[in-house]
């Protein structure tokens, strides 16, 4: 049976986007299914003009589309430097490769400080910071983090939304699942609810932060 039958949604170049929705709403088979780990068994997906239907997951890095997964799935028994380099597996330049690790290590200064730590004695927020560095080193145009802020301490959090925007400075666009609503439809260009397996609200993140059903659902307003 299809987890989702209805979603419909756009990313315009240089925004971040902000997919919401309950637990098992399908938000995480959506992001699946566009970066080609799930197959799609209906719809288009399109990205700059052309189908990602039937593309390969592996292939996605080389066509400039990045994933952070929930979770991180790091290896833990290897070092920050490798994992991260592991990111940088599509790339035959030696140089870019470089260039993309100084700026990873320049937005997480304690990756170039532990670079040789394992990754799996590092805390979840840190790890998070890995997963990160390592999406950003196959240099994506369009970068897809599924719930940055899980199983983060709440003090680290506000830290991981603003290495999000300092991302999406540089010239990344953004679509991001996030638990926390509200910080994140503080700072999204353009949101969508997803309801049992469809685009049920979208607007604009301040026009989303002011709708009655999201105030009282995923707010926690009455």
């Known amino acids: 049976m299809p987890a989702i039958h209805g979603v419909s949604f756009k990313v315009e170049e240089g925004q971040i986007v902000a997919i919401l929705g309950s637990n098992g709403a399908g938000k995480t088979t959506t992001l699946k299914t566009v970066m080609g780990i799930l197959p799609a068994m209906s719809g288009s997906i399109v ?3 052309e189908s990602l239907i039937g593309v390969p997951s592996h292939k996605m890095a080389e066509k400039g589309i990045s994933m952070v997964p929930e979770g991180r799935h790091l290896f833990p028994r290897m070092s920050i430097y490798d994992n991260l380099m592991l990111g940088a597996y599509s790339v ?3 140089d870019k490769i470089a260039e993309k690790l100084k700026t990873v290590y320049e937005i997480f200064p304690i990756l170039a400080e532990r670079k040789n730590q394992m990754a799996g004695t590092m805390s979840g ?3 998070q910071m890995v997963a990160i560095g ?3 080193m196959c240099d994506p145009q369009l970068l897809i983090l599924d719930e940055p802020s899980l199983g983060i301490m709440p003090k680290l959090v506000d830290e991981i939304f ?3 925007r300092k991302i999406n400075r540089m010239g990344v666009t953004i679509v991001i699942i996030e638990q926390n609503a509200e910080k994140t439809l503080a700072f999204s260009d353009y949101a969508y609810v997803i309801s049992e397996g469809e685009t049920v609200i979208e607007g604009t993140g301040q026009e989303l ?3 009655d059903q999201v105030q009282k659902v995923y707010l926690g307003m009455d």
């Open 47 to 49: 990205y700059k003009g």
């Open 92 to 94: 035959k330049d030696k």
């Open 125 to 127: 927020g840190e790890q």
């Open 134 to 136: 390592r999406a950003l």
């Open 162 to 164: 603003e290495f999000v």
């Open 209 to 211: 932060m002011k709708n």
